[in-house]
């Protein structure tokens, strides 16, 4: 074969393969139509049909009962006792009678109570000064019940960001086994032209050799890339309470471009991607096709816009002023600080609860009492009183005990400053892994395109044996490597942007 008709048919071969690679990776570029299961739809299912918010949302309904019996305490108590007695022998009365000319007295006995009779006796208890262990008790029951609807909203935010996670990296993953995919396409096509050229003479067998190999790890990491893509289904699946084996066809999602973080954003994160009609909108109002293009230009960071030719904000002023209103904005707002502010108040309400058994207890009592007895005129009585009882010495227990609430308290709101403090720092971390984020994603994104221009010239420079076959294997491995970070990139910006959300608890 000429070398001219050998470098048309090397031509051939690479629009071929290039054009099946462009078909794999449109397929399987963020921003594609993909009709399929949202986020939002994910958020839903997990939240009807988890397991541990499940467990987060009965012990708020607890909570809630909780207040309802402490308020029920100011409430009149009505107890009733019913029973019927037999006795060995007749209740008697024995006394003796001494008369008036009588040597001795005489004795006399008579019953005075029935040998089985019935007993019933129904008491109200009316409440008048308890030593405000009811007002404590209450206060008590309604910050345990904040803590409790606390927890359930931070059970709540902790399953969407991991349902957020499980998605995307099941995006993230179908991308990685589509590109380890083309790249098989592509080694395959590059055996061929070194096949070709070894039956010429003038490739040589240790070319193909390595060609082979070279092949062989590429479908060995389509291979694990499955394994990938199954396991990361798997976990998704468990999140939502579905059969682990179930497939997942996903929604792709888009970088949003007006991200700027507050708590008026109503949560919502990145969002599906846009596209009508396999079109699409990028950052700067140009409409793209789907079927040919990466993903839409990285958004600015939420502070301000970048500097021109950087996609992160600099360091500086705006930078710490924007994450100082981030964290303000996260110390306000996290669930975990207002669980535990309402634990110490829970623990400070028990105190005094203990301590008010040492204070008088005061009542009204009212009842209605019923005998069964043959020797009483009535056996029917209604009777009136006004109780007060006083415990006057306990060896120290009440006092102990409300002391080692108090110590319960203080360790409650120790715990809420180190929270405050480690909400700080997550604050600041994730704001500034999701500006490395970006940058690193506008980086990648150019790479990208370098990286098949100098795999597409490799190859046609090793066509005409300028170049050994070593450099296109490089060439062919910078480029799997370069797609790999790209869509690691892409990903990672959505994933830091739900982390800084969840950070804010604004999931």
Known sequence: MSRARRRRAGHVACLAMAAAASIALAIGTPGAVVAGETLQDAWAIALGSNQGLQASQAGAASARQGVAAARAERVPTVTTTNAYTWLNTTPTFKTSLALPGASTPINFSFPFANRDFFFSSTLMNIPLYAGGRIASGIDAAGAQATAARAEETTAAQDLKLDVAQAYLNILRVEKLLLLAQTNVTSLESHQRDVSNLFREGVARRTDLLSSQVSLARARQRVIQATNDRDVARASYNRLLGRPLTDPASLQEMAIRSDAAIDRTSGGRGPEPSGERDGVRRTAAGVEDSAASKLPSALPPAPSAAPPAGDTAAAPGPAQDAEIERLTAIALSSRSELASLAGQAQAYAAQARVAESVRKPQVGLVGGFTYLENDHLTRN??????????????????????????RLKEAQSLKQRSEAASRIALSVRSTWLSLQSARSAL????????????????????????VVNNTEVLDAETLRLQTYTDYYNAFYAVLLEQFRLRRALCAL
């Open 380 to 405: 029917d009585y209604w009777s009136g009183s006004f109780a007060a009882s006083w415990l006057l010495c306990d060896g120290g227990r009440s006092s102990r005990r409300a002391e080692s609430l």
């Open 442 to 465: 506008a980086v990648a994104r150019s790479a990208t395109r370098q990286a098949d221009e100098n795999l597409r010239e490799t190859r046609d420079r090793y066509r005409e044996q």
